[in-house]
Antibody, heavy 116, light 108 residues
Framework: QVQLVESGGGLVKPGGSLRLSCAASGFTFSDYYMTWIRQAPRKGLEWVSYISSTATTIYHADSVKGRFTISRDNAKNSLYLQMNSLRAEDTAVYYC?????????WGQGTLVTVSS | EIVLTQSPGTLSLSPGERATLSCRASQSVSSGYLAWYQQKPGQAPRLLIYGASSRATGIPDRFSGSGSGTDFTLTISRLEPEDFAVYYCQQYGSSPLTFGGGTKVEIK
């Protein structure tokens, strides 16, 4: 069955960096767009970034543009999110999900906390 | 950016009752590209409905979606105990894709 497992979250100071990973299994990863979505504590959902199956198309939300970079390694069935210049408002659970527009499969999420 | 406004914020109902959740868009959602998700505490969202009215794989038929343009509705015909959760709408007709603020369905 489809499994998405995020890792790499944690506590980081404002201005710091983190790299999130998402390990995929149970489907042909290289055939699918992949997306990062986040959810601030007790808040709603916010789309962050997506990447096409071959990484030729990449989009980031305006709120993270220039600070976050999505990437993937199809040989390793893995998705990444490099997060730089982190701010308090980036504090959230970060989910990876398969797809570009609608999301049938999600990971369990990894918590990123930006605080001094 | 399309802003989605969900109402009510909280819906207090009893098991067996009908739930009607609203999602209103700030501009027309092209081609009915609207989805609904259910989220329970500590869990990732679960896709219920896409294309405004198509049920996702494995979703019971007590869940139904309707609407077009700027007004969409998720209906749960008879609430089961496991249906008490937060529900989000999401549009994918224009970039950036956006989510509504959610409706919490709680036990009365």
């Amino acid at each position: 069955q489809v499994q998405l497992v995020e890792s790499g979250g944690g506590l980081v100071k404002p201005g710091g960096s983190l790299r999130l990973s998402c390990a995929a299994s149970g489907f042909t990863f290289s055939d699918y767009y992949m997306t990062w979505i986040r959810q601030a504590p007790r808040k709603g959902l916010e789309w962050v970034s997506y990447i096409s199956s071959t990484a030729t198309t990449i989009y980031h939300a305006d709120s993270v543009k220039g600070r976050f970079t999505i990437s993937r390694d199809n040989a390793k069935n893995s998705l990444y999110l490099q997060m730089n210049s982190l701010r308090a408002e980036d504090t959230a659970v970060y989910y990876c999900a398969s797809g570009q527009n609608i999301f049938q499969h999600w990971g369990q999420g990894t918590l990123v906390t930006v605080s001094s | 950016e399309i802003v989605l406004t969900q109402s009510p914020g909280t819906l207090s109902l009893s098991p067996g009752e009908r739930a009607t959740l609203s999602c209103r868009a700030s501009q027309s959602v092209s081609s009915g590209y609207l989805a609904w998700y259910q989220q329970k505490p500590g869990q990732a969202p679960r896709l219920l409905i896409y294309g405004a009215s198509s049920r996702a794989t494995g979703i019971p038929d007590r869940f139904s979606g309707s609407g077009s343009g700027t007004d969409f509705t998720l209906t749960i015909s008879r609430l089961e105990p496991e249906d008490f959760a937060v529900y989000y709408c999401q549009q994918y007709g224009s970039s950036p894709l956006t989510f509504g603020g959610g409706t919490k369905v709680e036990i009365k």
